[in-house]
């Protein structure tokens, strides 16, 4: 515990607030973070999104051939299928071979 009375502890406070929310916009994401790395979906008949990267998860969503995506990072499964999680419209898993990066950066791995 600090050695400083309770009284002067509580007059700090306002400088505490004022320090945490200077540290928190410092460090706030752009409006454009999150976007991941900019795809495309190379797949013609578009690609399924799923809920989880497996063959057998569930559709939650279909992006077109052709749209763009934002490729947020990449898994690979136990039998070597790579997957990425991207952002349409909505969040999903998209097998690797539906979706390409329009840019030399690589996803990162999640």
Known sequence: MS???LRARVGLLPLYVA???????ATAAS?????????RVTAD??????????SGADVVDDAPGGSGVGVLCEARTAH????????GDTYGWART??????????????
């Open 80 to 87: 070597g299928t790579r997957w990425y999680l991207v952002r």
């Open 19 to 25: 320090a945490g929310a200077l540290a928190m916009s």
């Open 97 to 110: 071979r539906d979706v390409a990066p329009t840019t030399a950066e690589h996803p990162p791995r999640c």
């Open 31 to 39: 409006p454009d973070a999150g976007a991941g790395v900019p795809a």
């Open 45 to 54: 008949g578009g690609a399924g999104l799923r809920e989880a990267p497996a």
């Open 3 to 5: 050695r400083l009375p």
